[in-house]
């Protein structure tokens, strides 16, 4: 049986994702990954990662949006995870389980990257550097999922409640261009708050 996880894709205005360094006395120790943890009983995901976010970093969130779910086989176990975007939360990260963290941008080359990333996370970064808009006939196209529907508003609906059983990030296609809709709606949200930001990603 699989062991949920809740695990958190913290993006700054910049692009940029925040990867958490596994602690000493855990498994695969000293290996880099999105911050999170497993579901308690009767947890949401969001409500998962919004507890596990407090305990691992002392950041507060209200809000998280399903971007993916991917299984994988460690040595350790099978674990089902659950990603989930987040663009706005309370607080500077602070390493509560003195672990390490570090802001880092999916765009550059994976030579600048810090090292070794776990393998669920690695296919993340490639996602990550997706514009947010795209044609057709980019082969983007083969990287994503996508639906299509009447209007905006109707589009990050249904791209919610597909992102939480997708395999991979689903995109609303409009003709012959695909568009990234709740990443869109937050880059509108913190555009039309003056260009403010959380505190923990200034």
Known sequence: MAIDVAAGVLLNPQGEVLLAQRPQ???YAGWWEVPGGKFEPGETPHEALAREL??????????SSAWCTREYHY????????????WHWDGEPRAME?????????RKPAATWVAPLLPATEPLMAWLALPVCFRGTDACCDQVAWIEA????????????????????VYHRVGDEY???????AQSQLASSGGTSSPGSR
């Open 25 to 27: 006395g855990k498994v």
């Open 54 to 63: 407090e305990e691992e970093l002392g950041l507060r969130i209200k809000r």
């Open 75 to 86: 040595a350790h176990g099978h674990v089902r995870l659950h990603f989930r975007r987040v």
């Open 98 to 106: 003195s672990q390490a963290f570090v802001w880092l941008d999916p």
């Open 150 to 169: 009447a209007s905006d508003e109707q589009a990050q609906a249904m791209v919610e409640a597909r992102s939480a059983r997708s395999t991979k990030p």
């Open 179 to 185: 568009r990234d809709v709740l990443r869109l709606a």
